[in-house]
Every structure is written in C-alpha cells, then in structure tokens.
C-alpha cells in the first residue's frame, strides 16, 4: 500500500507521536537539531511499521505510535555512544577484561 493511500487516522498518529517525540527531547537542543531526530525516527518507522505490526500481531497505528519513540530512542542513545566513544570503549574493555 502506498503511504497516499494511508487513512488520516495514520496520519494523525504519525503527527501526534512525532509531536510527543519533539516535546520529550530537552529543552536544551537546537530546534533543528530536535527536527532531524524526529523526522528520522519517522523516515524509519513509516516503511517498517506494517512488518512490525504483523509480526506481533498488533493493528499497524499502535504499532506506529510505539515505534516512533522506540527508535528515537535508540537513534539518541546511539548518537551518545559515538559522542562519546572513548568512554564507551573503556566500558567494553573492562567487561572483556583487557
């Protein structure tokens, strides 16, 4: 199915969970800056939304709304990782014991 052919209740949950996604990031970021991530976290949830759906078995505008704030989720945690990659290694060195 075409994302033209998608009903206004998809559309309205895509608005209203990248809304929630804007809102929960901290006030302290650029609005541009919190754009991108928001429209990321859509750009790839919209296109997998319908396999997710039918792999748990959920109707596909749950499944969207939950998606949303999923990725952006792992998108900033991954974004932090990489700001912040000595850290992070020095974590993983010491779980590996080297």
């Known amino acids: 199915m075409s994302l033209l052919d998608k009903s206004p209740s998809f559309w309205l949950a895509v608005i209203g969970a ?3 996604v804007y809102r929960s990031q901290p006030e302290e970021g650029a609005f541009l800056g919190k ?3 928001v429209v990321g976290a859509v750009a790839m949830t919209v296109p997998t939304h319908e396999e997710v759906a039918l792999m748990i078995g959920a ?4 499944t969207l ?3 949303i704030p999923l990725i952006w989720v ?3 945690a991954s974004a932090a990782i ?3 990659h ?6 993983v060195m010491k779980k590996v014991g080297k």
């Open 86 to 91: 000595k850290a992070f290694m020095a974590i």
């Open 59 to 62: 109707g596909e505008n749950i």
């Open 65 to 67: 709304i939950l998606m």
């Open 18 to 20: 990248s809304i929630y």
């Open 82 to 84: 990489i700001k912040d």
């Open 74 to 76: 792992i998108l900033d």
């Open 35 to 37: 754009l991108i991530r």
